[in-house]
């Protein structure tokens, strides 16, 4: 395991080192170079698509992106002897992104942070100490079970289909289109969500 300055650093480090062709996803995270067709598949769930959880395949060398965990149910995910890596932060769960506290699991040794964290020690200790305080204090299903409710509050509102990710919702409204992954229109609720959240704080006040 190595610390990384979140998810996006880890996923520099590979994208740096990897020879392969990378296959992505239409309308996956964006900041991944890849093709229709690749090597080695980098893949997200729940997807960065549509915020929906998608099984793992199995039939070609998996890279696989967390970020949004913790921000759905929280669910057993069982790891193949497929995927080579795996990268997770707290940004989207617990909205900690300026903090850049990330996790990337190798199966085989990294070629420039294994000298680099491993054995230089080189790393943001501080974010990574407030990291080990979140596992070891904070429940990993309170930020869903919290916040669900409000999200299928807004989606009922706005004729939305809410996502798996708490944040997220999608629709196949044209007035949507300028948000289109793949085959459908992501948006992110997040302030809507905050807003209602606020005013449970206030009515309870």
């Known amino acids: 395991m190595y610390p990384v300055n979140g998810i996006t650093e880890g996923l520099n480090y590979w994208m740096w080192l990897e020879q392969r062709q990378i296959q992505i996803a239409d309308g996956d995270y964006q900041w991944v170079l890849g ?120 989606c009922e509102e706005l004729n939305l289909t809410p996502s798996d990710t708490i944040w997220l919702a999608t629709s196949t409204d044209p007035m949507y289109n300028k948000f289109k992954r793949g085959n459908t229109n992501r948006l992110c609720i997040a302030d809507l969500i905050k807003e209602k959240y606020d005013e449970t704080i206030q009515n309870r006040q």
């Open 35 to 154: 093709e229709e067709v690749g090597d080695v598949l980098y893949h997200t769930t729940p997807s960065s698509i549509d915020g929906n959880c998608k099984e793992i395949p199995i039939t070609m060398p998996v890279v696989l992106d967390l970020a949004y965990l913790l921000s759905s149910k929280p669910q057993k995910i069982t790891i193949p002897e497929n995927v080579e890596k795996v990268f997770f932060s707290f940004s989207k769960c617990f909205g900690l992104r300026n903090l850049r506290i990330g996790y990337y699991w190798s199966r085989y040794p990294d070629k420039r942070l294994q000298p680099l964290i491993k054995n230089a020690k080189y790393y943001n200790y501080y974010s990574m100490m407030l990291g080990e305080h979140l596992i070891q204090n904070v429940n990993p299903e309170i930020v869903f079970n919290t916040l669900r409710p409000l999200q299928i509050q807004v």
